[in-house]
């Protein structure tokens, strides 16, 4: 039921194309079949618009337009329809082409090769060769509902190296039918009387072998209400049943698409691991937003590290699409210990530290998500838990709060060695104050390795590990 | 620094020609393309003599009179001509001519603009002539005023003849399909309600249409291209264009199905055409002409169909209609290089109908055969029925759906 592409989805080039296609008819409400028959053909009329000659790529930031349906026709006339499209890329303008792969820092790592996007934009040529007949008006009189919607078409392929622009216009013009058919029919099954959502389009990058696949859910319809269709992609693709990868929320980011939060994303990715030998890497899964002391304008400095870490954590439960709720203030999550009854009503708008237990009650009441208590007496056992926390990163994959003495952490990952005990461990730190510089906040450590010394040897921690509730 | 107007030959010889055979002050509008550098005047005509005129020695024009010619002079322009201004020949030399003249070139260009379906363009030039000729002197004054300005003073300018102004002139053109479909409110659905409704729809076509895409000769050039270089620039050239456009329409409502008491479509093909000037016109210019035309001709094809309704109303018994609107059909301009004037031919009239508005709005002598009838053919109701099993639908040829509750 959708577009599967089957690539590595981190190299190569993506064309993505995307533009409005307005849908328009008349309708008899009354009469419910009717008004099907009507969206129906008039959905039909849109498909073999995409399908005719005068359905226009435009590449963006270049002079290059092609015709997908005449040939794959283009100017300038340097393009041919045997033109690779990889060759698009020396036609484009772009000020930062490079943002994806800078030179690297210390600790960073080379990215293999990078993933190009190439955008086009879908218009539609209104001129042709004459001469032929002058305008009709025609004039309908009768008391019905008039449906007028705007179609936002977002199509994305992965084309190979030898893919020429007459193999791309293929791709490309299936892809828009095809999902002008899926439009169709999740409108068709969303229509209720005379209310109509609009339909929209969300990509995803599933696991192999799935890769870049697109999905088309009504606007305004929550995704609690959508499990059913969920279901069915879930099997289609062959993807587990207990956790998500079709929510909103977990729509893929192409890569030259910032977010528009300011947070930054999975800061680890960039850092190179620490080899140990026998050594394995166990990592958080999924993504994660970086928050700190001094972000939102809220200063916690000295005070809010244990708040900072819980934010994360909740980042990370909205982006895999656990929950919908926005990531909490500080104020709301004192609110909500106070709601529980952990806390007195004085205890909002206060600079009170918490702790891991505090954590795990407000991802319980706030977000729904049980988590496990773990608790060191010394900080020197931390070195020998490396089983657990391995286990944990397999098994959960979300991030784990590190609460003890005076200070709070959060623990992203572990390289543990089963064989020589060797240990190491990937923080993010809260007490970071500056501004959301990657660069600086790997140099200098703020999300590094650390070894078993980072923590005071005779401290005692409890750590709150989230566990990722069951659901698609 | 004063603008300046070259002027065709033969529109001195027209002027001359008014100086000598009317007794009485002749207005007229003066025609042609201004730019920034320069202005050119391709052409005159005189405002055409009223059927109950009252007395025949009126001292102040019409002004009413005038302006509705301009409006209906304007509509027979293609893309880069029109009304420039406004020029009166009577022998009185005194300050009231003066303000007769501003008060009419104002008056037009409010009329003009006000029908105007698009923006204008900060590079517009905003300035319109006026010109006194004493027949018996034959003293020429010749002023601008800016009409976004209405305390400005007037400019003088410089006002003349020369030979060949209209030779070489571009034309760019283009077959343009139409394809409107807007919902009709909700109560009795007169022609009124129909009237805005359209116009609503045409202003967000409109809007379509100028930011499109424009490719001249297949090529999207740089605004700044000079369409006619090298060898080419003392021949007349013509490109053939093409118009990419995103469907995007800004909506108000959040609502996707609304209430409604019927719809109008409009659909079928325009022909399109704009006329560039032969100092260096740049590709800028060409496109912002081009499409104003598409919007105009459309535009004043739909005016024409409702105010044909409106003067002969009688509320139409069938609950749906088709109408077909005008063809636009071109004539050549005589002493003017390859230039021509355009107008507008209901399915029901014959040639000799155009010629004779040709006559008397732009006072040009055409014959029937020098009407150019092939830029486009009558419109036709091309419906037909395909048999689908649904009752009361009708399948238009190019995919859309009506409904007739009869056939």
């Given at each position: 039921?959708?577009v599967?592409?089957s690539q590595?989805?981190?190299?190569?080039?993506?064309?993505?194309?995307?533009?409005?296609l307005?849908l328009?008819?008349?309708l008899?409400?009354?009469?419910a079949?009717?008004?099907?028959?009507?969206i129906?053909?008039?959905?039909?009329?849109?498909?073999s618009?995409v399908?005719?000659?005068?359905?226009?790529?435009?590449?963006?930031?270049s002079?290059?337009?092609?015709?997908?349906?005449?040939?794959?026709?283009?100017?300038?006339?340097e393009?041919?329809?045997?033109?690779?499209?990889?060759?698009?890329l020396q036609?484009?303008?772009t000020?930062?082409?490079?943002?994806?792969g800078?030179?690297s820092?210390?600790?960073?790592s080379k990215?293999?090769?990078?993933l190009?996007?190439?955008?086009?934009?879908l218009?539609?040529?209104m001129?042709?060769?004459g001469?032929?007949?002058?305008?009709?008006?025609t004039?309908?009189?009768?008391?019905?509902?008039?449906?007028?919607?705007s179609?936002?078409?977002?199509c994305?392929?992965?084309?190979?190296?030898?893919?020429?622009i007459?193999?791309?216009?293929?791709?490309?013009?299936?892809?828009?039918n095809?999902?002008?058919?899926?439009?169709?029919k999740?409108?068709?099954?969303?229509l209720?009387?005379?209310t109509?959502?609009?339909?929209?389009?969300?990509?995803?990058?599933?696991?192999?072998?799935?890769?870049?696949?697109t999905v088309?859910?009504?606007?305004?319809v929550?995704?609690?209400?959508?499990e059913?269709?969920?279901?069915d992609?879930?099997?289609?693709?062959h993807?587990?049943?207990?956790?998500?990868?079709?929510?909103?929320?977990?729509?893929y980011?192409?890569?030259?698409?910032?977010?528009r939060?300011?947070?930054?994303?999975?800061?680890h990715?960039v850092?190179?691991?620490?080899?140990?030998?026998?050594g394995?890497?166990?990592l958080?899964?999924g993504?994660?937003?970086?928050?700190?002391?001094?972000?939102?304008?809220?200063?916690?400095?000295?005070w809010g590290?244990a708040?900072?870490?819980?934010q994360t954590?909740?980042?990370?439960?909205l982006?895999q699409?656990y929950?919908?709720?926005?990531?909490?203030?500080h104020?709301e999550?004192?609110?909500?210990?106070?709601?529980?009854?952990?806390k007195?009503?004085?205890?909002?708008?206060s600079?009170q530290?918490?702790?891991?237990?505090?954590?795990?009650a407000v991802l319980?009441?706030l977000l729904?998500?049980t988590?496990?208590?773990?608790f060191?007496?010394?900080?020197?056992?931390?070195?020998s838990?490396?089983r657990?926390?391995?286990?944990?990163?397999?098994t959960?994959?979300?991030?784990?709060?590190?609460?003890?003495?005076?200070?709070?952490?959060?623990i992203?990952?572990?390289?543990?060695s089963?064989?020589?005990?060797q240990i190491?461990?990937?923080i993010?730190?809260?007490?970071?104050?500056g501004?959301?510089?990657?660069?600086?906040?790997t140099?200098?450590?703020w999300c590094g390795?650390?070894?078993?010394?980072?923590?005071?040897?005779?401290?005692?921690?409890?750590?709150?590990l989230?566990?990722?509730?069951?659901?698609? | 620094?004063?603008?300046?107007?070259?002027v065709?030959?033969?529109?001195?010889?027209y002027?001359?020609?008014?100086?000598?055979?009317?007794?009485v002050?002749?207005?007229?509008?003066?025609?042609?393309?201004?730019s920034?550098?320069?202005?050119?005047?391709i052409?005159a005509?005189?405002?055409?003599?009223?059927?109950e005129?009252?007395?025949k020695?009126?001292?102040?024009?019409?002004?009413?009179?005038?302006?509705?010619?301009?409006r209906q002079?304007?509509?027979?322009?293609?893309?880069?001509?029109?009304?420039l201004g406004v020029f009166?020949i009577?022998?009185?030399?005194g300050?009231?001519t003066?303000t007769?003249?501003?008060?009419?070139?104002?008056?037009?260009?409010?009329?003009?603009?006000?029908?105007?379906l698009?923006?204008p363009?900060?590079?517009?030039?905003?300035?319109?002539?006026?010109?006194?000729?004493?027949?018996?002197?034959r003293k020429?004054?010749?002023?601008t005023?800016?009409?976004k300005?209405?305390?400005?003073?007037?400019?003088?300018?410089?006002?003349?003849y020369?030979?060949?102004?209209?030779?070489s002139?571009?034309?760019?053109?283009?077959c343009l399909?139409v394809?409107m479909?807007?919902?009709?409110?909700?109560?009795r659905?007169?022609t009124e309600?129909?009237?805005?409704?359209l116009k609503?729809?045409l202003?967000?076509?409109?809007d379509?249409?100028c930011?499109?895409v424009?490719?001249?000769?297949?090529k999207?050039?740089?605004?700044d291209?000079?369409?006619?270089t090298?060898q080419?620039?003392?021949?007349?050239?013509?490109?053939t264009?093409q118009?990419?456009?995103?469907q995007?329409?800004?909506?108000s409502?959040?609502?996707?199905?609304?209430?409604c008491?019927?719809?109008?479509?409009?659909?079928?093909?325009?022909?399109a055409?704009?006329y560039?000037?032969?100092?260096?016109p740049?590709?800028?210019?060409a496109?912002?002409l081009?499409?104003?035309?598409?919007v105009?001709?459309?535009?004043?094809?739909?005016q024409?169909?409702?105010?044909e309704?409106?003067?002969?109303?009688?509320?139409?018994?069938?609950?749906?209609?088709?109408?077909?609107?005008?063809?636009?059909v071109?004539?050549?301009?005589?002493?003017?290089?390859?230039?021509c004037?355009?107008?507008?031919?209901?399915n029901?009239e014959?040639?000799?109908?155009v010629?004779?508005?040709?006559?008397?709005?732009?006072?040009?002598d055409?014959?029937?055969?020098?009407l150019?009838?092939?830029?486009?053919?009558?419109?036709e109701?091309v419906?037909?029925?395909?048999?689908?099993?649904w009752?009361?639908?009708?399948?238009?040829?190019?995919?859309?759906?009506?409904?007739?509750?009869?056939?």
């Amino acid at each position: 039921m959708v577009v599967d592409n089957s690539q590595n989805p981190h190299t190569g080039t993506i064309l993505r194309v995307r533009g409005p296609l307005e849908l328009k008819c008349q309708l008899d409400t009354r009469d419910a079949s009717q008004m099907k028959k009507v969206i129906s053909a008039t959905f039909e009329n849109l498909r073999s618009q995409v399908k005719s000659e005068s359905c226009v790529f435009m590449v963006c930031g270049s002079p290059v337009i092609f015709w997908p349906n005449k040939g794959a026709k283009a100017t300038p006339e340097e393009i041919t329809q045997n033109t690779p499209c990889e060759e698009l890329l020396q036609w484009i303008q772009t000020d930062e082409q490079e943002s994806y792969g800078k030179k690297s820092g210390k600790k960073r790592s080379k990215k293999d090769s990078k993933l190009n996007v190439i955008h086009l934009n879908l218009m539609m040529e209104m001129t042709n060769p004459g001469p032929l007949p002058a305008p009709v008006l025609t004039r309908r009189i009768q008391k019905s509902h008039f449906l007028s919607m705007s179609l936002s078409m977002d199509c994305a392929v992965h084309i190979s190296s030898n893919d020429t622009i007459r193999d791309a216009s293929k791709l490309l013009v299936d892809a828009l039918n095809h999902q002008l058919c899926e439009m169709e029919k999740v409108s068709l099954q969303h229509l209720k009387g005379n209310t109509l959502p609009l339909p929209e389009v969300f990509h995803f990058l599933l696991p192999e072998p799935n890769g870049l696949t697109t999905v088309v859910y009504p606007a305004g319809v929550a995704d609690s209400e959508l499990e059913m269709q969920r279901k069915d992609l879930h099997e289609q693709h062959h993807l587990p049943d207990d956790r998500p990868y079709l929510r909103r929320a977990n729509a893929y980011h192409f890569p030259d698409e910032p977010y528009r939060d300011g947070y930054l994303r999975n800061p680890h990715q960039v850092l190179i691991h620490p080899t140990l030998e026998d050594g394995k890497v166990y990592l958080v899964q999924g993504i994660y937003s970086y928050h700190h002391y001094m972000q939102d304008r809220m200063d916690d400095n000295g005070w809010g590290c244990a708040y900072r870490s819980l934010q994360t954590i909740c980042s990370w439960f909205l982006q895999q699409g656990y929950v919908e709720r926005s990531v909490p203030t500080h104020k709301e999550i004192q609110q909500a210990l106070v709601d529980v009854g952990d806390k007195q009503p004085s205890f909002v708008g206060s600079r009170q530290w918490i702790g891991s237990i505090e954590v795990q009650a407000v991802l319980n009441h706030l977000l729904g998500a049980t988590s496990k208590i773990m608790f060191v007496s010394r900080g020197s056992d931390l070195a020998s838990k490396g089983r657990e926390l391995a286990n944990h990163f397999l098994t959960q994959g979300s991030p784990i709060m590190i609460g003890g003495g005076v200070l709070a952490h959060t623990i992203l990952g572990v390289t543990w060695s089963e064989t020589s005990g060797q240990i190491r461990f990937l923080i993010l730190d809260p007490h970071y104050t500056g501004a959301e510089d990657l660069q600086v906040i790997t140099d200098k450590g703020w999300c590094g390795w650390k070894g078993p010394e980072f923590w005071d040897q005779t401290a005692y921690y409890n750590l709150c590990l989230p566990q990722k509730p069951k659901m698609i | 620094m004063g603008r300046g107007y070259l002027v065709e030959d033969a529109v001195e010889k027209y002027l001359s020609e008014l100086c000598t055979q009317h007794a009485v002050p002749v207005t007229g509008l003066l025609i042609g393309q201004s730019s920034t550098q320069r202005d050119f005047v391709i052409m005159a005509t005189r405002t055409p003599q009223r059927e109950e005129s009252p007395s025949k020695q009126e001292t102040s024009p019409d002004k009413e009179w005038v302006t509705e010619h301009a409006r209906q002079v304007s509509r027979m322009l293609p893309g880069g001509l029109s009304v420039l201004g406004v020029f009166i020949i009577t022998e009185n030399d005194g300050k009231d001519t003066q303000t007769a003249l501003r008060q009419l070139v104002f008056a037009v260009e409010n009329l003009i603009s006000s029908e105007r379906l698009w923006s204008p363009a900060d590079d517009d030039v905003t300035d319109c002539v006026t010109l006194h000729i004493n027949p018996k002197t034959r003293k020429t004054v010749c002023r601008t005023f800016d009409v976004k300005d209405p305390k400005c003073m007037a400019k003088p300018a410089d006002w003349k003849y020369q030979s060949g102004v209209c030779s070489s002139w571009s034309m760019l053109s283009c077959c343009l399909n139409v394809d409107m479909l807007v919902p009709l409110p909700d109560n009795r659905a007169v022609t009124e309600d129909m009237e805005t409704c359209l116009k609503d729809g045409l202003k967000i076509w409109a809007d379509k249409i100028c930011s499109g895409v424009c490719l001249i000769d297949g090529k999207k050039l740089p605004e700044d291209t000079e369409l006619t270089t090298g060898q080419k620039r003392n021949m007349r050239q013509i490109f053939t264009t093409q118009l990419l456009i995103t469907q995007n329409e800004q909506r108000s409502t959040k609502d996707v199905i609304q209430s409604c008491g019927g719809s109008v479509s409009v659909r079928g093909t325009v022909h399109a055409r704009a006329y560039l000037h032969n100092n260096k016109p740049r590709a800028k210019l060409a496109e912002k002409l081009l499409k104003r035309d598409v919007v105009s001709t459309v535009a004043t094809r739909v005016q024409m169909l409702l105010e044909e309704l409106l003067t002969s109303e009688v509320e139409s018994k069938s609950k749906d209609e088709q109408l077909c609107l005008p063809r636009r059909v071109f004539c050549l301009l005589k002493g003017a290089g390859s230039l021509c004037v355009c107008d507008y031919q209901f399915n029901d009239e014959g040639p000799g109908e155009v010629t004779d508005r040709l006559k008397e709005m732009l006072d040009i002598d055409a014959a029937e055969e020098d009407l150019d009838t092939r830029q486009e053919l009558n419109a036709e109701m091309v419906a037909h029925v395909v048999e689908t099993g649904w009752k009361n639908c009708v399948f238009i040829s190019n995919g859309c759906i009506i409904f007739l509750s009869q056939l």
